[in-house]
């Protein structure tokens, strides 16, 4: 009996402490673990990896010691320079919204997204305020990300960052937003690293607030020559509301097709309230129509011009390759022309010449973003072997110097 009990106790006490274990809630540590890494696996698939191709030209300076200071013994090199960013897929459409600086001057685009798919991208346009970009891929299945409203993210939050880092994508770090900027833009305190530029910021509820618009460095000076850490622990973030506002204007543009004259105005002739011509563009409408510097325009469609304002809309509004009526006065003569409108051409972070005459193209902008200067290591290891050749060289020199004087 005695035994039958003593059992009974132990399986109780077994079923006890085994049902108590399994009753205990996990371990909060556990449960934000799992929190963390269901928020960067729901980022993840918005986010693409950006990479741009260009050639660049450099020139190798092949002579050495003190000859090199009164001779060239150069040659002219080039190769191809990839350039790595971060994306962020804005719609089912397959507009990715990256920054300009991963663009600098680009003669390919390619964007990777989560499952390792390679696309050649189409460039759409550049705010050129923000550097905020547009490309396009042709893909199905794309899962955007989920903008969230920055206007009501508060001060010391919490926020995900997730893009390419170095190569390696996704990648995530975490940060605080820690104050807004003049311009409206979030300054975050996250582990920024080469390639996230173009990374989203995302909420704890798993919607974009913002992308990384640009790394804050640290005086390299006041560090000392240990200065070896080349990853930055700020950044600004370019916030939702004004990605979307700037996406959709962009897009937008894209699509549209306004019309194009080819003409410059004489600021000073709109003092005394006329519009007239300061320059016609080679091969633009305005030039096979035969207008000239120095006519003052009068009427467009027979509707008198009221100021520059209303002209700049009128052409813009006008379907290229409509024919238009514009009188104007030569010479105290009255005259009317009938160009046929072309097609104003978006701006272009790699201006390209056209195919038509229709298209305009004197007015294509060059980036203002210049090219990274990136050293291969050969590079780098050719500046020092001359770097300390000079110093030989100097070294050498002052010796002599000094040996003359004591002679």
């Not at 809630?25 to 993840?44: C, D």
Request: charged residues 20%; aromatic residues 8%.
């Amino acid at each position: 009996m005695k035994k039958s009990t003593f059992s009974f106790v132990i399986c109780a006490a077994i079923v006890f402490f085994i049902s108590n274990g399994y009753s205990q809630k996990p371990s909060p540590l556990l449960e934000l673990q799992s929190e963390l890494s269901r928020l960067i696996n729901h980022a993840k698939h918005s986010i693409v990896t950006v990479n741009s191709k260009t050639t660049r030209s450099y020139t190798i300076d092949k002579s050495s010691g003190i000859i090199s200071l009164f001779w060239n013994n150069t040659e002219e090199k080039k190769d191809q320079l990839k350039i790595v960013g971060s994306g962020i897929i804005y719609n089912k459409n397959g507009y990715i919204i990256t920054k300009s600086s991963t663009l600098a001057n680009f003669e390919e685009i390619f964007v990777i997204t989560c499952d390792s798919t390679e696309y050649a991208a189409e460039y759409i346009g550049t705010d050129e305020l923000t550097g905020l970009s547009i490309i396009k891929i042709d893909a199905q299945k794309l899962k955007p990300a989920t903008f969230g409203d920055s206007d009501n993210t508060p001060m010391y939050s919490m926020i995900l960052v997730v893009g390419n880092s170095m190569g390696i994508s996704p990648f995530a770090s975490f940060g605080i937003v820690n104050s807004v900027s003049e311009q409206g833009m979030f300054v975050i305190s996250a582990a920024i690293n080469p390639g996230s530029n173009g990374a989203g910021a995302f909420n704890i509820n798993g919607e974009l607030i913002g992308i990384v618009s640009a790394q804050l460095f640290p005086d390299a000076f006041t560090m000392g020559p240990a200065f070896f850490n080349y990853s930055s622990q700020n950044a600004i973030i370019l916030t939702s509301n004004q990605i979307r506002s700037i996406a959709a204007e962009i897009i937008k543009a894209h699509h549209e097709q306004k019309g194009w004259l080819g003409i410059d105005i004489n600021i000073d002739s709109l003092v005394s309230g006329k519009i007239v011509i300061s320059k016609v563009i080679p091969g633009s409408p305005a030039h096979r129509a035969g207008l000239k510097p120095g006519d003052w325009l009068l009427k467009y469609n027979n509707n008198f011009l009221k100021d520059l304002d209303e002209f700049a809309h009128l052409i813009e509004g006008t379907k290229p390759g409509a024919i238009v009526s514009i009188d104007f006065i030569r010479e105290n003569r009255p005259l009317k022309v009938l160009p046929r409108i072309g097609k104003k051409a978006r701006y272009s972070l790699n201006p390209i010449k056209p195919q038509s005459d229709d298209v305009q193209f004197q007015n294509y902008q060059q980036s203002s973003v210049q090219p990274p200067i990136i050293l291969t290591p050969a590079e780098i290891q050719q500046i020092n072997s001359r770097m300390l050749q000079l110093e030989n060289e100097i070294l050498r020199l002052k010796t002599k110097i000094r040996g003359t004087r004591q002679q």
